[in-house]
């Protein structure tokens, strides 16, 4: 059939482009059309819209090498050329049809046309952008034997690809129309197209990911924080450079994988968005809280004494303590010390006090520069104590003026701690009581004493010589 049809082919088609019903590239069509679907050229070409049947006839027509009888044949039948074919497969058989329209020369034995068979890849393919693509055919001719190696490759839209019955070539994205043609040695051409597609590769979109500071993250006042981000893109790779960075509260902040800022007190959505070649935006956000820098209040504890320990009022108590401040330090030496009983006894770290007889509850008072306020207290108990001295005088027994002394009735005890003002009195009211216990003096001083007796009629005597006892 080939045979017979490509004979057929090139005459009929450059008839019918000789008279203008048909440009050489919808002959090119309709060859395709009738190779891949095995009908004739003629019904191509009228499938295809590019002739009319009328057309065709005059084309027939004209054929010089067989004209009578394809055009008896034509006039017979509707489908002209499959029953000019007969169901015939070679050019001789078809030559004996000729013949018996009366033609009783058999003509000339053409050059077959070669056959052409793309073997890779199928027609309708899709490949991806990059992809390198095989491309095999093979091809025979009856006089040349195999021409595969003279396949030529071309695209609609690339071009010429190259020659062989393998190749490989890596097309523009596109809808290609791929044709092999191969030529035999008589300038027979074959030709079979088939169609590829070549996607644009799609761009992705870039990802993005902070890894300081953690979300959530709370920070204070003033302080300094460190964003660290990486981006990368499947096309562009590592875009961490690019990273740009905004507060919802400050504004940008930054570009780039890694920076230090200080942010404004509050909470903070911290975006991070990269953006790649093909304009591909992503972010990631955090949030992370900037908090009013918080005052740490002082602490103070009381060293000395114990909670709880006795104590005389004649002793002198050391108070000590020991205060901090996470912002201040040490600030022991500003120890403000009350006493419930006494007010405001001192101030430093330590200090030294009598207390009067009482249980005191003794506060220590620490304040930090921000004026936060820490205290702490310990009772004390302080126990009264008494100085005694025992006075002993002997009894008068007469007057100055040497009379008896017969009316005794009693004694005063001057005394106090000043020898020359004994400004207390005890009167002893029996004149044979010649002693005297004190028990309620103040310890830690000089007492003085002195004696004066009296008679029934309250004379009294001079004072005796004075004495004194240390408590
Ligand atoms: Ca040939
Ligand atoms: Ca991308
Ligand atoms: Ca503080």
Known sequence: MNIVENKENSRIGNVLINKGWLSSEQLEQALL?????????????????????????????????????????????????????????????????????????????????????????????????????????????????????????????????????????VLSAGSHTITATVTDSGGEETSQSISVSVNEAANTVPQISITAPVGGSSFSDGQSITFTATADDNEDGDLSTNIEWSSNLDGALGTGSSFSTVLSVGSHTITATITDSEGEEVSEIIIVSVNETINIAPEISITAPV????????????????????????????????????????????????????????????????????????DILVSATHGTATLSWAAPTAYTDDSELDDLAGYKIYYGENADDLD???????????????????????????VSAYNSTGVESRLSELVNKDT
Not at 325 to 330: A, H, K, N, P
Request: glycine residues 10%; negative net charge; hydrophobic residues 30%.
């Open 33 to 169: 059309l009738q190779r891949q679907t095995s009908q004739r050229l003629g019904e191509s070409l009228i499938q295809l819209g590019y002739i009319n049947q009328k057309q065709l006839r005059k084309a027939l027509n004209q054929q010089t090498w067989s004209r009578s009888s394809i055009a008896g044949v034509m006039l017979a039948a509707s489908q002209l050329f499959i029953s000019a074919c007969g169901g015939g497969g070679s050019d001789s058989t078809v030559t004996t049809q000729v013949s018996q329209g009366g033609q009783t020369n058999p003509g000339p034995v053409a050059n077959s046309a070669p056959n052409l068979d793309i073997t890779s890849p199928s027609s309708g393919a899709n490949f991806s952008d990059g992809q390198e693509i095989a491309f095999t055919a093979t091809a025979d001719d009856n006089e040349d034997g195999n021409l595969s190696q003279n396949v030529q490759w071309s695209s609609n839209l690339d071009g010429a690809l190259g020659t062989g019955a393998e190749l490989t070539a």
């Open 307 to 378: 909670g709880g320990n006795s104590f005389y009022d004649s002793d002198v108590i050391t108070f000590t303590a020991s205060a901090t401040d996470s912002e201040d330090g040490d600030i022991s030496q500003n120890v403000i010390w009350y006493s419930d009983i006494e007010g405001e006894i001192g101030n430093g770290a330590s200090i030294n006090v009598s207390l009067s007889a009482s249980t005191h509850t003794i506060t220590a008072e620490i304040t930090d520069s921000e004026g936060t306020t820490t205290q702490t207290q310990i």
């Open 424 to 450: 207390q009195l005890i009167t002893i009211e029996d004149p044979n009581n010649l002693t005297h216990v004190f028990e309620e003096l103040r310890t830690g001083t000089t007492y003085y004493f002195a």
